[in-house]
């Protein structure tokens, strides 16, 4: 019997996945693990091994094509062997399905049965008072709105759904080319991009964010570095400043555990152990692989595994459960260029740092009065760097938020 | 039918109300289904949980009514009364249902296995003997799909074993022999609240612990302060805002050492037995899950999403072992949304933010039901609310029937006045809510209800009275 080839699971969130390249074409010989074709997933593209040896016989989701896990997607079996798919029994409504062939559906609404197609409602589509009223207040067209009730009804969330992404029906993921020129072109989206939009307008719906910003004197942390590169250099490791900041954001969560939480209707889940994700920029769009307990790890460690993980996340090398659990996220913005940035919170964490820029700027120091003008004041020059932290008001008010910011700028500036 | 070399499409883990319901509806979607059981078919909720325990409940409610006899003009010289007729009552029924599941598998050609199942891979599990029974032949069966519904079990504090005798679980409060004079429940969920009432009935002298600030901690507090009221009334102590600190047995009895959370004091209660009502574990540990691959959380509750799947897409899970909202109609509507998705046809999806729209019920007297949220939940996550509260006193119905306390109270968006709450105390409460939660899954809002002719005279009136409240305008009032 035919092995098949299926969408694997790549990781507790993934649901599906796009055909990128077949390797082999069918009739060509395969040897077992050998790869067949690359697949790509919101957050990674990987490689599929074969699970048999033998001949590729059938393909069955073509390239471009995005299937859930699970499906099938292609046959291995002996030279002109025939590959049974099954076949609807004629005259039973419901014809029974398997989970090899099972058409798997899609968990975000009614499912319909790709057998028996159910009819739309003609005449009879119940819109609820409470969706009524709110289609009357922002003036809505509710055809124009895709319900996920049964039997296609659209529900409150459907409208706000709407609202919030402001859906206007348009078909996205086909590039239409522009018949008559100066018509904006419409460029499809990529799983991550989609992706990263669905979190990003989720963690702003979800979070009341606001912002709070510090300034950190890095000289001692230069002069660390400075002092510390050759010999990690020898080491093989790359130091970068990236492992400063996430050592003293380690320890920072630690003194204040209720930043390393996520807010629940229940309650606040406190997060026993701290994994500090780091916004990688890689080629279409950004990652977050995470640094697991990175409170244990020290500046060599935390170094490896800052370059291992960026190194990897542009080389499209990781893991998908590299790029999930962590507790707390701290980005790095400051790489290209920017001085101070409002990052949105990766949810369901309850903040995230930004760090800028370094740069040498003007700052006073004083030996006399903090406030009043002294004849100890001086106007020196140091490397400066902005701290910008986002959080969720729901969980931390200004002053907590402070006290952890304040932590980490203590560790930096007194680092050594 | 298959194209797969699996014993059956479906096979279903556990035959309690959520495992028998996921195996008709499967069954009925055309797939080959086969339910692997250990005990009773039927579960918790038919065996040791809903049936029996409101049979009890129900000849409590009668021996209450018999004991306000006179207020109907009733005496009796000479009331017998006999506990163990009311658990052989039980007991019947419990009986009768379970033939009445066993009945409806055959009837859907759903094979039976006897036993108790464990992974040996992710498609196969062996069936073989437990604790529960013995099996003759051990054998084992593949499924394309599994449907995990092994329920759960009562859990107990760290240190205090139940020995089914002087410390006992649900499970023997079912079933005893002889009434203790005094007994000790350790929570106040439904089950301890249902328990105690049952008990307090019936003569027993009993004493609640609650470390919450009140009973039925996840109630609103209307309504806790309401069942509060009812139940000191009827002699029942109640010991809230206090942890259990120790439970020690004695040539007597028991020993339950109490502490107050607030003030610090300490105290022992001498009993006769004392029932743990503290919650459930569940039954995930003994089933050889690392097979498969699947993932638990610390508690061992199995993770899902919106149509049951595990991490394992072939692996599914409802009921008590996915620890969401440990009821029956939840486990059965849960059931439901896997055999839908699996046979591929259409299903409405449960998602995590949906459990706490589906009822909730506790059968004491007064009974309790609710759905959604409380007035301080609504008002802790930021919605501009409106709340509507009507009493069952002015009602004619509720006075014919002897009820005095009691109340409906409708929490809805003020705006858009989406349904956020319904909180039911009093009369047949459990039988009234499901009008409302119809209601707010369709977005049907307390205007539309209130204009809903209700027949006179019904509790249900009240019901009709609580969302002219929200508008502003109760009648009766
Ligand atoms: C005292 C009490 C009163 C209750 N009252 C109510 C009520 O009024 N209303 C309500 O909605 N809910 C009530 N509940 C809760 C309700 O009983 C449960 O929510 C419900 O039974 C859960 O159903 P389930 O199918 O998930 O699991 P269960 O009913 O626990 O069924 C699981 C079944 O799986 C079997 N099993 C487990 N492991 C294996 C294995 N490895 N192999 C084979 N078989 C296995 C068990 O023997 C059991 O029969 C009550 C519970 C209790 C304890």
């Keep these: 019997m035919p092995t098949p080839i299926k969408m694997p699971q790549l990781g507790e969130t993934v649901v599906e996945g796009t055909v990128s390249r077949w390797l082999k074409q069918p009739g060509e010989r395969v040897e077992r693990q050998e790869i067949v074709l690359e697949i790509s997933t919101d957050k990674i593209d990987t490689e599929i091994p074969a699970p048999a040896a033998g001949t590729l016989l059938q393909i069955t989701a073509s390239e471009g094509q995005t299937v859930r896990v699970g499906t099938v997607i292609g046959y291995i079996g002996a030279p002109g062997e025939a590959v049974v798919t099954e076949q609807p029994s004629v005259g039973t409504e419901q014809s029974p399905v398997t989970s090899e062939q099972s058409p798997v559906p899609n968990p975000q609404s009614p499912i319909p049965n790709p057998q028996s197609p159910i009819p739309k409602p003609t005449g009879r589509e119940f819109v609820s008072p409470v969706v009524a009223r709110m289609a009357a207040e922002h003036s809505l067209d509710l055809d124009s709105i895709t319900g996920t009730g049964l039997h296609g009804r659209v529900t409150k969330k459907d409208v706000e759904n709407f609202l919030g992404t402001g859906d206007k029906g348009l078909e996205t993921g086909k590039t239409t080319p522009s018949p008559q020129s100066p018509v904006p072109t419409l460029q499809s989206l990529t799983p991550m991009r989609r992706a990263i939009a669905e979190h990003m307008e989720r963690s702003v719906r979800t979070s009341p964010h606001v912002m709070a910003l510090f300034e950190a004197d890095m000289t001692a942390v230069v002069r660390h570095r400075e002092a510390h590169k050759a010999a990690y250099a020898a080491k093989?490791?790359?130091?970068?400043?990236?492992?400063?900041?996430?050592?003293?954001?380690?320890?920072?969560?630690?003194?204040?555990?209720?930043?390393?939480?996520?807010?629940?209707?229940?309650?606040?889940?406190?997060?026993?152990?701290?994994?500090?994700?780091?916004?990688?920029?890689?080629?279409?769009?950004?990652?977050?692989?995470?640094?697991?307990?990175?409170?244990?790890?020290?500046?060599?460690?935390?170094?490896?595994?800052?370059?291992?993980?960026?190194?990897?996340?542009?080389?499209?090398?990781?893991?998908?459960?590299?790029?999930?659990?962590?507790?707390?996220?701290?980005?790095?913005?400051?790489?290209?260029?920017?001085?101070?940035?409002?990052?949105?919170?990766?949810?369901?964490?309850?903040?995230?740092?930004?760090?800028?820029?370094?740069?040498?700027?003007?700052?006073?120091?004083?030996?006399?009065?903090?406030?009043?003008?002294?004849?100890?004041?001086?106007?020196?020059?140091?490397?400066?760097?902005?701290?910008?932290?986002?959080?969720?008001?729901?969980?931390?008010?200004?002053?907590?938020?402070?006290?952890?910011?304040?932590?980490?700028?203590?560790?930096?500036?007194?680092?050594? | 039918m298959a194209t797969h070399n699996y014993d059956y499409d479906v096979l279903v883990l556990g035959g309690g109300p959520g495992g028998y319901v996921a195996a008709i509806r499967a069954a009925q979607l055309g797939l080959k289904t086969a339910v692997v059981e250990r005990e009773n078919l039927g579960g918790v909720c038919l065996n040791w949980g809903c049936i029996p325990t409101k049979a009890l409940i129900h000849n409590a409610e009668v021996l209450e009514t018999l004991h306000d006899a006179a207020d109907f003009g009733f005496g009796f010289e000479n009331l017998t009364v006999d506990f163990s007729k009311a658990v052989s009552r039980s007991r019947g029924i419990v009986d009768r249902q379970t033939k009445g599941v066993a009945f409806l598998m055959k009837k859907n050609k759903i094979d039976v296995i006897n036993g108790h199942g464990v992974f040996v891979n992710s498609h196969s599990i062996r069936v073989g003997g437990s604790e529960y029974a013995e099996v003759k032949e051990e054998r084992t069966v593949s499924a394309a799909n599994?449907?995990?519904?092994?329920?759960?079990?009562?859990?107990?504090?760290?240190?205090?074993?139940?020995?089914?005798?002087?410390?006992?679980?649900?499970?023997?409060?079912?079933?005893?022999?002889?009434?203790?004079?005094?007994?000790?429940?350790?929570?106040?969920?439904?089950?301890?609240?249902?328990?105690?009432?049952?008990?307090?009935?019936?003569?027993?002298?009993?004493?609640i612990v609650e470390m919450m600030e009140t009973v039925l901690p996840l109630e609103d507090a209307e309504v806790c302060a309401e069942v509060e009221k009812s139940f000191k009334k009827a002699g029942i102590r109640l010991l809230t805002g206090t942890r259990t600190e120790q439970v020690e047995k004695t040539d007597a009895g028991v020993t339950v050492t109490v502490k107050n959370v607030k003030s610090g004091e300490t105290e022992t209660i001498e009993a006769d037995k004392v029932l743990m009502a503290i919650g459930i574990r569940p039954n995930t540990d003994k089933l050889g899950l690392h097979a498969t691959g699947v993932d638990t959380d610390k508690r061992g509750f199995v993770g899902i999403d919106e149509v049951m799947r595990t991490n394992v897409a072939h692996i599914f899970a409802i009921g008590d072992c996915t620890g969401k909202l440990a009821l029956a109609h939840v486990a059965s509507a849960q059931g439901i949304v896997a055999a839908e998705t699996i046979a591929g046809v259409e299903t409405m999806p449960i998602p995590a933010e949906r459990y706490r729209f589906l009822p909730r019920c506790t059968y004491c007297q007064p009974q309790v039901a609710s759905m959604g949220l409380t007035e301080a939940q609504a008002k802790a996550e930021g919605h501009d609310i409106k709340v509507g509260k009507f009493p069952f006193m002015p009602n004619g119905k509720a006075q014919a029937l002897g009820a005095r306390t009691g109340f409906v109270k409708l929490i809805s968006d003020a705006k858009y006045g989406e349904i956020l709450g319904a909180h039911i105390v009093g009369p047949d409460a459990t039988e009234l809510l499901p009008e409302i939660s119809l209601a707010q899954m369709m977005e049907i809002t307390p205007a539309e209800i209130a204009r809903n002719v209700h027949a006179h005279p019904t509790l249900g009136e009240v019901l009709m009275e609580a969302a002219h409240a929200v508008e502003g305008h109760p009648i009766h009032m």
């Design chain 2, 146 to 207: 599994i449907i995990l519904a092994t329920g759960a079990r009562a859990a107990s504090l760290p240190g205090v074993e139940i020995d089914g005798d002087r410390v006992i679980q649900y499970r023997d409060a079912l079933v005893l022999e002889n009434l203790p004079k005094k007994l000790v429940v350790v929570g106040s969920g439904a089950i301890g609240m249902e328990f105690s009432y049952v008990y307090n009935t019936y003569g027993v002298d009993v004493t």
């Design chain 1, 236 to 416: 093989g490791i790359d130091l970068t400043f990236t492992p400063y900041f996430v050592a003293a954001v380690a320890e920072a969560l630690r003194a204040n555990p209720q930043v390393n939480s996520s807010f629940t209707a229940e309650g606040l889940l406190l997060h026993p152990r701290i994994h500090v994700g780091i916004a990688v920029a890689v080629p279409d769009g950004l990652l977050v692989p995470v640094i697991r307990d990175a409170d244990e790890l020290n500046l060599a460690g935390l170094s490896r595994a800052v370059n291992d993980l960026a190194e990897r996340a542009r080389a499209n090398k990781l893991s998908p459960d590299e790029l999930q659990g962590g507790t707390f996220t701290v980005t790095n913005h400051g790489v290209s260029g920017s001085l101070l940035g409002t990052p949105i919170i990766n949810q369901p964490q309850a903040g995230i740092l930004g760090i800028g820029k370094i740069e040498k700027r003007p700052v006073v120091r004083s030996g006399g009065h903090p406030l009043l003008p002294s004849a100890d004041d001086a106007i020196v020059i140091r490397p400066m760097c902005y701290l910008s932290f986002s959080f969720d008001h729901r969980i931390l008010d200004g002053a907590e938020a402070d006290g952890f910011v304040g932590r980490v700028v203590q560790v930096l500036e007194n680092w050594g």
